[in-house]
Structures are given as structure tokens and as C-alpha cells.
T-cell receptor
Framework: DGGITQSPKYLFRKEGQNVTLSCEQN?????MYWYRQDPGQGLRLIYY???????QKGDIAEGYSVSREKKESFPLTVTSAQKNPTAFYLC?????????????FGPGTRLLVL | GENVEQHPSTLSVQEGDSAVIKCTYS??????FPWYKQELGKRPQLIID?????GEKKDQRIAVTLNKTAKHFSLHITETQPEDSAVYFC???????????FGSGTRLLVRP
């Protein structure tokens, strides 16, 4: 998991503003994921990508968008349509050998609304 | 779809005692079950995992058991230490899938 980086560590969003969270990995993993974690809660899947230029919605994709132009990078944009974005955002990655592989997490970005 | 239930939500033990956290899953095709430890404000970190062709796995003070028939798996921590205090998450994923389904987490407190 040391090969997954997220930036920034803290991010402040104003009303009506789109913000982008960065996730980079140098593990040569094919699959990447974004999770949202609210205080005292579990992890909920926002989006995931198994290959470059392809991604799928998770359980709570509304108000979020992603892109996967490079294998190493999977940025998440929190749009103004996400009315309650305050949360801890975690990026993860895994190899792909047919399914059921370990996911390794980045250090997270804490998003706060001003 | 797959659902993973985790119990208890909080667990308080005396240092040196054992702690057990249990998870049940609904999808009989699930074949990989990782456990993550998350300290306050930090990332979840894998501590142990088990696949469906194995019934038990140990790593020092940590062990995981899997009962495929009953569709439940458990995390066992022996000789608990204060540094074991954290939130623990179980997860399950079915063969050919990349979508981990997480339990709701157990907050473990080890009292010195």
C-alpha cells in the first residue's frame, strides 16, 4: 500500500464548486477503486475501474465522476450535484488475475465543505 | 446482491484477553475474505485473509476461520494489546469479481 498516493490530504469545497481528488499508484495494478467513508461508518464503493479508459459505477456514484486515462491514475471529481460531500475518501488498487484479489488502500483525502 | 453482516459493532476487552469478531455473508459464490484494520484517521490495512479452499489461517496472534456451509467467517485475536485497538472490517468477494463487499466494522478497545 506504500505505492498508492492520494492528494491532497485535506480539501475544502465551497458551495457549487467541483473539486478533484488525486490517486496515483506505482504498483502496476490494473484495477483501481474509490470509496467513501463517513464518520464511524464502513466503506461504500463510488466507482471502480478494471482497465484504462473503462470504469463502472459503484453503490453511490451519484454526484461523482472519474476518469482513467492512464493505468497509474484514477482521479475522482466531486461535483456540485453531491449535496453532502463531507467524508473521508479512500482510493485503492489491486492486481487482476481473475477476481478475488487483495485491495491496497491509499492514505485518504478528507473533504470538508466550507 | 452480496451482503456482509459484522458483529459486534463494538468490543471492549482487557489486555491479554482474546477478541473474536464474526461476519456472515449471503453469496455462496464468495471465495475470498480479507480482514482490514483501520486506526483512527488512517487507511485500512490488510491484516489477514482467507480463501474458500482453506478452513483456517494463522499469523502470530491473529487467526481467521471460515465455515463455508454456514457462510460465516471470524477473526480471532489472542493476547490482545492496547495497540490492537482500532476498527476492524471484514469483506467478501465472489470469484471473477473485483468488487469487495465490506462489513460495517467493529470498534475494538483493549483496556490496559
Amino acid at each position: 500500500d506504500g505505492g498508492i498516493t492520494q492528494s491532497p490530504k485535506y480539501l475544502f469545497r465551497k458551495e457549487g464548486q467541483n473539486v478533484t481528488l488525486s490517486c496515483e499508484q506505482n504498483l502496476n495494478h490494473d484495477a483501481m477503486y474509490w470509496y467513501r467513508q463517513d464518520p464511524g461508518q464502513g466503506l461504500r464503493l463510488i466507482y471502480y475501474s478494471q482497465i484504462v479508459n473503462d470504469f463502472q459505477k459503484g453503490d453511490i456514484a451519484e454526484g461523482y465522476s472519474v476518469s482513467r486515462e492512464k493505468k497509474e491514475s484514477f482521479p475522482l471529481t466531486v461535483t456540485s450535484a453531491q449535496k453532502n460531500p463531507t467524508a473521508f475518501y479512500l482510493c485503492a488498487s489491486s492486481i487482476m488475475t481473475g477476481g478475488g484479489e487483495t485491495q491496497y488502500f491509499g492514505p485518504g483525502t478528507r473533504l470538508l465543505v466550507l | 446482491g452480496e451482503n456482509v453482516e459484522q458483529h459486534p459493532s463494538t468490543l471492549s476487552v482487557q489486555e491479554g484477553d482474546s477478541a473474536v469478531i464474526k461476519c456472515t455473508y449471503s453469496d455462496s459464490a464468495s471465495n475470498y475474505f480479507p480482514w482490514y484494520k483501520q486506526e483512527l484517521g488512517k487507511r485500512p490495512q490488510l491484516i489477514i485473509d482467507i480463501r474458500s479452499n482453506v478452513g483456517e489461517k494463522k499469523d502470530q496472534r491473529i487467526a481467521v476461520t471460515l465455515n463455508k456451509t454456514a457462510k460465516h467467517f471470524s477473526l480471532h485475536i489472542t493476547e490482545t494489546q492496547p495497540e490492537d485497538s482500532a476498527v476492524y472490517f471484514c469483506a467478501a468477494v465472489r470469484e471473477s469479481s473485483y468488487k469487495l463487499i465490506f462489513g460495517s466494522g467493529t470498534r475494538l478497545l483493549v483496556r490496559p
